[in-house]
Every structure is written in structure tokens, then in C-alpha cells.
Nanobody
Framework: QVQLVESGGGLVQPGGSLRLSCAASGSAFRLYAMGWYRQAPGKQRELVAGITSSGSATYADSVKGQFTISRDNAKKSVYLQMTSLKPEDTAVYYC???????????????WGQGTQVTVSS
């Protein structure tokens, strides 16, 4: 069981970069797969990137080569480095500690509160 606090969101121009952070507290962080999801207004929440306890990463096709997920188990944190941002990347970004066996949004896990990313001129 973990508690998650997200930070790093904000307003950026198209082509800009942001680094999102998710800080965890509680036990057994190093054992959890961690994911970043996003939800735009009026749309379903979707997986952006995930990383297993051993460091293997998974990305949505839409962000491959643009976003990078990483984790630091000593700091109990997971990060999302976002580059070449586009207006369609605008969304609330959530981190999740995965308790279940898949990245499905309905799978068991603990969600953070979300952080807003807005990409606009």
C-alpha cells in the first residue's frame, strides 16, 4: 500500500518540455509497477507510460520517442520526462501504483491526485 503525490505540471508552449514527479510513501514501493496515465476533458483516462519493478518500460504509441518514464526506488519516486509537447498532450496526468497484473485503468491500484498539464500558445 502506497500514497502518491504528483507535481511538476503547468502551462507550457508547444514544443516545450516538462518533468512530472510522483513521490510515494508507505511500504514496498520497490515491488510495485508504476504508471502514468492522462485524462483530457470529456475523454477516457488512458495509459501514457508504465515501468515495472525491474525497470522495463511500456509506452503508448502516441508518445513513443517523446516521453520517458523512470523510477528511483531509493527516493520512492517515479518520473515522466515530456518533450516536444503538443496541444493534444493537454490533460490531467495521474500516477498509479499497480497492484494488479495489467495496465488497464480498472485494474487494482493506488492513484495519485493528478497534476494539470496545459500545452498552449
Amino acid at each position: 500500500q502506497v500514497q502518491l503525490v504528483e507535481s511538476g505540471g503547468g502551462l507550457v508552449q508547444p514544443g516545450g518540455s516538462l518533468r512530472l514527479s510522483c513521490a510515494a510513501s508507505g511500504s514496498a514501493f520497490r515491488l510495485y509497477a508504476m504508471g502514468w496515465y492522462r485524462q483530457a476533458p470529456g475523454k477516457q483516462r488512458e495509459l501514457v507510460a508504465g515501468i515495472t519493478s525491474s525497470g522495463s518500460a511500456t509506452y503508448a504509441d502516441s508518445v513513443k520517442g517523446q516521453f520517458t518514464i523512470s523510477r528511483d526506488n531509493a527516493k520512492k519516486s517515479v518520473y515522466l520526462q515530456m518533450t516536444s509537447l503538443k496541444p493534444e498532450d493537454t490533460a490531467v496526468y495521474y500516477c498509479k501504483a499497480r497492484y494488479g497484473s495489467s495496465w488497464a485503468i480498472t485494474d487494482a491500484g493506488q492513484w495519485g491526485q493528478g497534476t494539470q498539464v496545459t500545452v498552449s500558445s
